[in-house]
């Protein structure tokens, strides 16, 4: 047997190779020892000899829970070794759990072993045999996939066998077929059974109830256990959905939850079904005290169970506070009766005995009176009962966190009300400055110091002043030591006398309300800024106060950003994986896979950090990692299906990253093979833009030519902007790049005013080549570049929103301006003022540099709400404040970056000891993830060019 699985971590629990052992068993005991079995982190794949799969077909999925796992994989195996077909499986039970989990992709749920017939009898065998193996044994329901017959855990769909893969035109891998009469389809894992058109239903047809029927119109309405007719979908999830629905019985309107049967399974045998008893139940017993819906009946229907609950009527509290901003500014009197009608409703629940354990926005409706209901008790329970962990990452207490880390998937025992305490401090949080709530319960996986809270809230509050008069209650609920909170009554004693009073109320004593733990005394007074807030609207320009900004202590430590920049480096060294598709690991957020070499979430963005910092440094250990990293790169060099143009999504940065590598490290041969990769790039393309298309192709170009003098780069880069000239619409007088209509892509028929796709993005790029064009070529080259470029920053003045000094563009050409703040640069003021400050360097046209500053403005204007990433959050920002700073000649404006930078290091996170610039969702690459966040505090550190882009002239 060739391949074999590898030794579990030394940390892994002891069930790490159970399935991995009971396929080999089958195999060894069934003859498959020159089968090849090869584990990987999330599939093991087994053939048998001399496998030839086909490009696509009818496959098998086998559904398993987690406790059943095991036996269904031992009967599935001897069923498909017998019959020589190829399978894959999860690897471990937990994989088994997540295919399973509540917030599981729905298109991929539940799919433990996928199966490849080698033609379609060979398929009905085995479905018939693996159906009959499995029979009584639990698995959830496959959604993209047709069940054999109810009850069964095999599922069938026709699917792509061999991985033919598509790279479209936005640099993204897609699943596609290609049918026999040349027609090619997606292939796309969603919920809901697909027939690709020249697929031949697998069943014959006489006889058999699985033919499916000739297409029908949809049903008017869907009618749940006989009385509940469902008029719209609130959610979907794998867990099963949430419904609005009308009580046929009595005519009112209702909530319907879904639970499907076995998603969610646990090693106890529960699922989602228990958990929905368990909320009924709750549910009844919370009747008396009125603040929840009252439960109208439980039901089951085809296996799964429904819970159908009184609507009550209103707005979730986290869309109540967008849409009264949107109406007026919430006041400081409405936020104080809103804080007190909250912890009103908390002591209702812990006077009665019981704790919310998941306590937020989503989870409580305001009624059209004003009043607060708890409308999700899903996770309601007594304190100390045992129960596996479950909270919302972002409102729990660090205690909850913990617990949950701690115990995984085994019962713990539920906090006491002081969590509930921790989640109100960041419920009121969110309630004043609509923003992540996070700011208020710790970005940290660790314990946050003491006065860190008070000292960001001072900051928070110049951007968001409603916060200034609550910064005392929220700090004193959010503490880390649940001993050390304000209990509800000291809560409810200070918003009295903040509804009492214009400006922050003393101190509150121990008022020992009842049901709630009192603490030792009086907890000691978090540090307040020196000058009361206004009392006015959040969002008032100057309501925080010139005492606030005093008080305010700077964010910006130059100690705290070489400390990210040296544990980021090393991060990136440590997760490097070049044995692997990818050189670093993609994110844990679910997106699409692109190619593993591009800059924007490949390893070429990745390798430029690297580079600046080796550069910079002169560190032998990061020499190192930029060889291993260029050698992993040119090896991939030519593999792609074909060569995409874009800087982001395309193989021109690829190309500028790589030769910037060989450069530092003198490698020769390497540095040839980028330009020649450059030189290979198209020069006509659907997109001028500057992510995906021609614009960021010429920048590519631009740059390697000014290193290396090779006019062949430069005559490709002009052609690039001779083609980008042609795509102009001047339709309506404007200056504006549409992506085709042809293109294969998401952002076919875009128009954007931005940076990645749109005018500023191109102007930036004909500016490059007017000042490239002007060294030895015909002046009425660089003209026409000029002309284009200055008449693209003509279009942004025209189409600027300016308000109150903050200027704005639409998203789209013909949208409404973005009005609320954004610090994007690729479709906001970020990128837009980036173009604009360029364009005022080679003109000396004021207008240009006084619109950049207004650009300028905006992009800082509430940086809280912004991601730490280049593409779309504050090191994007970074950067252009790093720009005015440079060609304006202006302090204040590095003083911003370094103001951005502090930004950046009160979001870090803590994994295995040190402190990064990401966390885990975002990854390792440039886009937003830790590479591109480096890239912006190296150079705030050490100075140097913007990255990306080439250079452009300087007037006079």
């Known amino acids: 047997m060739s391949g074999a699985p590898t030794a579990p971590e030394p940390d892994a629990p002891a069930d790490a190779l159970l399935l991995l052992d009971v396929a080999r068993a089958v195999l060894d005991r069934c003859g498959g020892r020159r089968w090849t079995f090869q ?251 009125g603040v929840c819906p009252a439960v109208v009946d439980l039901f089951e229907e085809q296996g799964d169970l429904f819970l159908a609950e009184e609507l009550v009527p209103g707005t979730p509290l986290n869309l109540w506070q967008g849409e009264r901003a949107r109406q007026a500014p919430l006041t400081r009197s409405e936020a104080v009766a809103m804080a007190r009608r909250l912890v009103a409703l908390l002591r209702t629940l812990h006077q009665a005995g019981f704790v919310i354990c998941d306590f937020k926005p989503h989870n409580v409706i305001v009624t059209p009176e004003g009043a607060v209901r708890l409308i999700d008790t899903e996770y309601v329970a007594e304190p100390g009962q045992e129960r596996v962990p479950a909270y919302t990452i972002g409102y729990a207490a660090p205690e909850v966190r913990a617990a949950g880390a701690l115990g995984g998937a085994r019962p713990v025992p539920v906090p006491g009300p002081a969590a509930d305490r921790f989640s109100l401090g960041v419920v009121l949080f969110c309630l004043v400055t609509d923003l992540d709530p996070r700011w208020a319960a710790g970005w940290l996986d660790a314990v946050r110091p003491p006065g860190e809270p008070a000292r960001l809230f001072s900051r928070i509050a110049l951007a968001h002043p409603l916060l200034e008069p609550f910064g005392e209650l929220i700090s004193a609920l959010v503490r880390s030591d649940p001993e050390e909170r304000w209990t509800l009554g000291q809560a409810e004693e200070y918003l009295l006398a903040l509804s009492r009073s214009p400006g922050p109320p003393a101190t509150p004593g121990e008022s020992g309300a009842p049901g709630t733990p009192a603490t030792a005394g009086p907890p000691a007074t978090p540090a307040r800024p020196a000058t009361p807030g206004a009392s006015g609207a959040a969002g008032a320009s100057g309501a925080a106060g010139a005492g606030a900004v005093a008080a305010a202590a700077p964010l910006y430590r130059a100690a705290a950003v070489d400390r990210l920049l040296a544990d980021g480096l090393v991060h990136l060294r440590r997760t490097m994986t070049p044995h692997r598709d990818t050189l670093w690991p993609r994110p844990e957020r679910r997106a699409p896979q692109t190619d593993p070499c591009n800059t924007w979430n490949g390893a070429a963005g990745v390798l430029a950090t690297l580079t600046r910092a080796a550069r910079a440094d002169g560190d ?47 490698d020769a041969r390497t540095a040839a093979r980028a330009v020649d990769l450059a030189g290979r790039l198209p020069v006509r393309w659907h997109s001028p833009d500057f992510t995906h298309g021609l614009a960021g192709a010429g920048t590519a170009q631009l740059h390697l030519w000014h290193l290396t003098g090779d006019e062949a780069l430069l005559t490709s880069a002009l052609a690039c902007g001779d083609a980008v000239l042609a795509a102009v619409d001047r339709s309506d007088g404007q200056w504006i790049w549409p992506t085709s209509q042809a293109t294969d892509s998401e952002l076919a028929g875009m128009r954007s005013y931005g940076f990645a796709h749109g005018t500023a993005g191109v102007g930036t790029f004909l500016l490059s080549a007017a000042h490239a064009a002007g060294a030895g070529r015909p002046a009425g080259h660089a003209a026409r570049f000029l002309e284009a470029a200055i008449g693209a920053g003509a279009t942004l003045v025209e189409t600027a929103h300016v308000e109150r000094g903050n200027a704005t563009w639409p998203a789209r050409v013909g949208d409404e301006p973005q009005l609320r703040p954004t610090t994007q640069w690729c479709n906001g003021p970020a990128g837009i003022g980036t173009f604009l400050i360029r364009l005022w360097a080679a003109t000396g046209e004021e207008r240009f540099a006084g619109l950049a500053e207004q650009a ?101």
């Not at 027939?195 to 047809?205: E, G, I």
């Not at 749940?224 to 419904?243: C, D, E, Q, S, T």
């Not at 969610?264 to 549910?283: F, N, S």
């Open 39 to 289: 584990p990987g982190d999330a599939w093991c794949f087994v053939r048998p000899p001399a496998s030839a799969p086909r490009a696509h077909g009818w496959k098998l999925h086998v559904s398993a829970t987690p406790l059943a796992a095991p036996l269904v994989l031992a009967r599935s195996a001897e069923v498909l070794v017998r019959h020589e077909a190829s399978f894959k499986f999860a690897t471990d039970l937990d994989r088994v759990a997540r295919l399973g989990n509540i917030w599981s992709d729905r298109g991929s749920g539940g799919k433990f072993i996928t199966v490849y017939p080698r033609d379609d009898d060979q398929f009905r065998t085995l479905a018939s045999e693996l159906d009959a193996a499995t029979a009584g044994l639990p698995g959830p329901r496959i959604l993209s996939d047709r069940q054999l017959r109810p009850g069964s855990l095999v599922f069938f769909r026709y699917g792509e066998f061999s991985g033919e893969r598509f790279l479209t035109d936005d640099g993204v891998f897609e699943h596609r077929m290609t049918g026999p009469d040349g027609s090619v389809v997606k292939d796309e894992r969603k919920p809901g059974f697909f027939l690709p058109p020249w697929a031949q239903y697998p069943f014959p047809a006489e006889g058999s109830a699985r033919t499916p029927s000739a297409p029908a119109s949809a049903p008017a309405s869907v009618l749940l256990g006989g009385r509940f007719r469902v008029l719209r979908a609130i959610r979907h999830a794998n867990k099963g959905g949430v419904y609005r629905a009308v009580d046929e019985h009595t005519g009112s309107e209702v909530v319907v939850k879904h639970a499907r049967a076995h998603v969610g399974a646990r090693l106890d045998g529960t699922d989602v079904r228990d958990r929905l008893r368990d909320e009924a139940r709750m549910l009844e017993r919370l009747a008396p005290t």
């Open 856 to 956: 300028a403005a905006s992009a800082v204007s509430d940086p809280w709400r912004a991601g730490p990433g280049a593409c779309c959050g504050n090191a994007g920002t970074g950067h252009f404040l790093l720009d005015l700073a440079e060609l304006r000649g202006e302090h204040r404006h590095r003083a911003r970056a370094e103001e951005i930078a502090g930004i950046i290091d009160a979001q870090h996170s803590v994994q295995d000891g040190l402190r990064l610039t990401a966390d885990r969702a975002a990854g390792c690459e440039y886009a937003n993830g830790t590479a591109g966040i480096l890239d912006f505090l190296l150079r705030l550190r050490d100075g140097g060019p913007r990255p990306w882009t080439a250079p452009t002239p300087l007037h006079g």
């Open 620 to 666: 032998e250990a990061l020499r190192g990692a930029v060889a291993e990293a260029a050698a992993w790169i040119d090896e991939r060099l030519f593999t792609a299906p074909r060569l995409l143009p874009g800087l982001c999504f395309g193989r021109s940065g690829t190309a500028w990253a790589l030769y910037d590598a060989a450069r530092f490290l003198g």
